[in-house]
């Protein structure tokens, strides 16, 4: 079955730990990677705090005392961050801002708890960000607001970030190689508060091009970004090719099936996108080259965000046609990595509900094997418009676009009731 991802959540319940440790990360790189934390955001507490790895079937944490230090144990570093952190919110009173600029106050009397308290996640992925965000004032962001930015996601649970910041690195390097010449690649970019919606499929241009100087600055900041995920063991996730190709592609390749892509949120025509076709071999091309060449930049953890309609037409709303475009997708994705999995937004079917219709979803859907797909309901209503397809088991997932917060369960399905405004 498909898997409904919670986004930005940490839900916790209390249970004891039992299992292993995961594989892949040692007991002494958690400790330390959690300990390089604490230093960063809570100096003064480094010498009274002990950390020690314990092994869990998931993500768990436990606060005690121990003659006169505060021991927080886990099953990993970002279990151990949360741990951290509610010792520093129920014990000392303090919260931990993500801005930079925010100083963490830490009281001088520092409380031992007097009584152990722990907690377990309730799921295992926990998604945080979106695309849009890299268009507010993250392109403008230094590593010193990355660090602490990071710092909070992990003392917040979070352990599968989107991680966009680079990407035009990546995608000059894949257009050269391409043929393309750096003033039709520059072009084609949008300027740097725009350029989730590039991302997206949904405007080229606007307000581009873009400089080098600022391509390689975002190139550096997102080696150090994935650096410090990866040191606390989350899983960032990047994009793969979706479709959407510079129009200087179509003189190279006359033959190549590229279509204009419908116009988006009243931009100019000028502005259009265009959208290779998944079943023209240039697609597996483009795939296979971009991929080789962000894994050879920046790493790969396997998960990737794919979204070829979000908000824009298909160019053909055939069941068969939809079937056949993520069917073509996922082989791409597959060929150029077997570990690959595939991220996909569900906003567009509910943001696009007249043509995406139930068999379109489902169709569109069918084409990716259950266990390689994962589904990012950013918007509670789409249980409503396609959930009892594609969820058989009950998860949790939580909404929060800046606007409504609350976690609903599949049986939810009506999206009765409004959260809390």
């Excluded at 230093?39 to 993500?59: H, K, N, Q, T, W």
Aim: aromatic residues 12%.
């Amino acid at each position: 079955m498909k898997t409904f991802l919670s986004a930005m959540a940490l839900a916790l319940s209390m249970a004891m730990p039992v299992s292993v440790f995961p594989a892949g990360r040692s007991a002494s790189g958690d400790i330390e990677a959690v300990g390089r934390l604490t230093r960063r955001v809570a100096p003064s507490l480094a010498g009274i705090i002990r950390y020690e790895l314990i092994p869990a079937e998931c993500d768990t944490f436990a606060v005690t005392a121990d003659n006169g230090m505060v021991v927080i144990k886990g099953n990993n570093a970002i279990s151990m961050s949360v741990g951290l952190n509610n010792y520093l919110r129920r014990d000392l009173g303090v919260s931990v801002s993500w801005f930079a600029d925010d100083s963490v106050q830490v009281p001088d009397d520092i409380v031992i708890p007097a009584t152990g308290y722990g907690a377990r996640a309730a799921v295992g992925e926990r998604f945080f960000l979106n695309y849009c965000t890299f268009g507010y004032t993250m392109p403008y962001w230094n590593w010193g607001d990355w660090e602490r930015f990071i710092d909070w996601m992990a003392l917040n649970g979070i352990n599968l970030p989107l991680a966009m910041t680079g990407q035009e690195r990546t995608w000059q390097l894949t257009w050269r190689r391409l043929g393309l010449d750096d003033a039709s690649i520059m072009s084609s970019f949008t300027g740097p508060a725009h350029l989730p919606w590039h991302w997206m499929n949904n405007v080229d241009h606007f307000q581009g091009p873009l400089a080098q100087p600022w391509i390689d600055s975002q190139e550096s900041l997102q080696r150090s970004i994935l650096e410090r995920e990866r040191e606390l063991g989350m899983t960032p996730f990047m994009p793969a090719f979706a479709g959407h190709v510079p129009d200087g592609l179509r003189a190279l390749y006359p033959d190549a099936r590229i279509s204009l892509r419908s116009q988006w949120s009243g931009f100019e025509d000028k502005d259009r996108c265009w959208f290779l076709d998944p079943s023209d071999p240039l697609y597996a091309t483009i795939q296979n080259t971009f991929l080789s060449i962000q894994d050879s930049i920046y790493g790969t953890d396997h998960i990737y965000g794919i979204d070829p309609f979000n908000e824009v037409d298909s160019p053909d709303w055939s069941e068969e046609y939809l079937r056949s475009a993520s069917s073509g997708i996922y082989s791409t994705l597959r060929a150029a990595d077997p570990d690959a999995r595939w991220l996909q937004m569900t906003w567009n079917f509910y943001y696009d509900r007249k043509h995406w219709t139930k068999p379109r979803i489902k169709a569109f859907l069918d084409g990716v094997p259950d266990e390689n797909l994962l589904l990012l309901d950013y918007e509670r209503c789409i249980f409503r418009q396609a959930v009892h397809m594609v969820l058989s088991r009950q998860l949790w997932r939580q909404h929060n676009d800046g606007r409504r917060y609350g976690r609903y369960r599949p049986q939810d399905i009506g999206c009765r009731g409004r959260g809390r405004e």
